[in-house]
C-alpha cells in the first residue's frame, strides 16, 4: 500500500513539473516576441527579403507599395537586413535596433536607390490604448519631396500641422467615427491627397503615412495610406 501512494504522489509531481514547465516555456516565448512589418516605398529599389539574423523571414518578396502586415519574430534577434531578391541577395539596407519585447514596429523602405538616398525609418506602433469610444491616428511624412512639411485636416479640421520627411507624428485621440482625411502641402492651400471615409474604430490604433514624389505623375506620384496598428 505504501509503494503504491508514493507512486501516485510521485505522478502527480512529474505531471504538475511537465505542465509548470509548458506554461513557462510559452510565457517566455511571448514575453520576447515582437510584432514586425516591412513597407517597401522606395520606387527604385525593387523586390527585397529581410534577414533576421542572417536568415530570410518573409516568404514574398517586399515591393513597392504592398504592404504584407504584422508577422512575429523574437526581439532578440539582429542584425535585419534587406537584401534584393534580384542581385544574389546583395545586402542594401541594415539595422541593428534594441527592440522592446511585445511591441510592435514598422520598417519603412524610403527613398531614392539610384540617387543614393534610400534608408530605413523605424515607427514603434504600440501607445496607451485611447478612451472609450474614441480611436488614435498618427501620421508619418516619408514623402521625399515634401519637404517643406504636410498638414492632415480631419473633416475639415487641422490634425496635424507642418510634418517634414521623416517625421513621425503623436497619436491623437479621435471620436469614433468616419473621417475624410486630407493632406495639404504646408502653408498653401494645395490639396496633394484625400483619402475618404477612413474608419476609426472605437480602441483602435492608426497610422496615416505619404509617400511617393509630388514631383511625379506615374505610379510612384504622391499618395498615402492607412494601416491599423491595434
Known sequence: MLIWVLCILSGGWLSMSLTSCGKSTTGNAELINIQYQVINLSPDLYPVNLFINFNQVNTSPYIFDVPQGYFYVPSVDTPFQIRSALNSGTTLLHRDDILTPG??????????????????????????????????????????TAIGGLDVYANGTRAFSSLVYKQVSKYISLPAGNYDLQIDATGTTTILNEQPAVTI???????????????????AAFATQVTTNK
Open 201 to 219: 474604430q472605437n480602441g483602435r490604433l492608426y497610422t496615416l503615412y505619404a509617400y511617393g514624389y509630388t514631383s511625379r505623375a506615374d505610379s
Open 103 to 144: 511591441a510592435k514596429y514598422t520598417l519603412y523602405l524610403i527613398g531614392d536607390y539610384s540617387l543614393g538616398t534610400d534608408t530605413t525609418l523605424l515607427t514603434v506602433d504600440t501607445a496607451v490604448s485611447p478612451p472609450a469610444g474614441r480611436g488614435a491616428l498618427r501620421f508619418v511624412n516619408v514623402s521625399p
